[in-house]
């Protein structure tokens, strides 16, 4: 009888997301035409009112980054980034440059979870410099949101200032205001 042989072959396989998520669909703007306020989500969207602020940093985490493309995008009030439903391009989305001491500013609407059993609801973030390769940034995601998981929790705890997780505050006007910080990494300058 001969030995049975058994060979096992083990394939992990990383998924960073959809590959939409990988870029944005068209070229960015100019980087001279861009302020370091912007608007996501035009006037009359339906949804609750979101100002999303924050600074960049250099990959130090200390130094200011001034000059920086920031691009986000989101869904909207019922977790779509198109009205038919496909991802790309998104209609949701805005380019910023900051100012000199790396502040940014959007202004839009409070994104909804993808319909169905998804993460969080989430905007997602590109830096780039000239010269340099854009770079996906963390996603933001909002403090008490249900699907967020005990892992990204965790994950942005340690990241500190530049966690994922951030706390969102509603004004008395109903608008609500998060911060967001986003360190470059550190080959891109």
């Not at 072959?9 to 997301?17: E, K, P, Q």
């Amino acid at each position: 009888m001969r030995p049975i042989v058994s060979l096992a072959v083990i394939s992990v396989l990383v998924i960073a997301g959809p590959s939409w998520a990988q870029e944005p669909a068209e070229p960015e703007p100019a980087a001279a035409s861009l302020s370091s306020k912007a608007r996501i989500a035009p006037a009359g969207e339906p949804g609750e009112p979101l100002v999303i602020s924050g600074q960049v940093f250099d990959a130090d985490g200390l130094r200011p980054a001034a000059d920086i493309v920031v691009y986000a995008y989101h869904t909207d009030i019922k977790g779509l980034y198109t009205p038919s439903g496909a991802a790309r391009p998104p209609r949701l989305r805005g380019w910023a440059r900051t100012d000199g001491e790396g502040r940014y500013e959007f202004r839009t609407i409070r994104p909804a979870p993808y319909p169905g059993n998804g993460p969080p609801a989430h905007v997602h973030f590109y830096v780039s410099r000239p010269g340099h390769r854009r770079q996906e940034a963390e996603e933001l995601v909002f403090v008490g949101d249900p699907k967020i998981s005990s892992e990204m929790a965790e994950r942005s705890r340690r990241a500190g200032r530049f966690g994922g997780v951030r706390p969102i505050t509603r004004d008395p006007d109903g608008v609500w205001h998060c911060t967001f910080d986003m360190r470059l990494r550190p080959n891109q300058g």
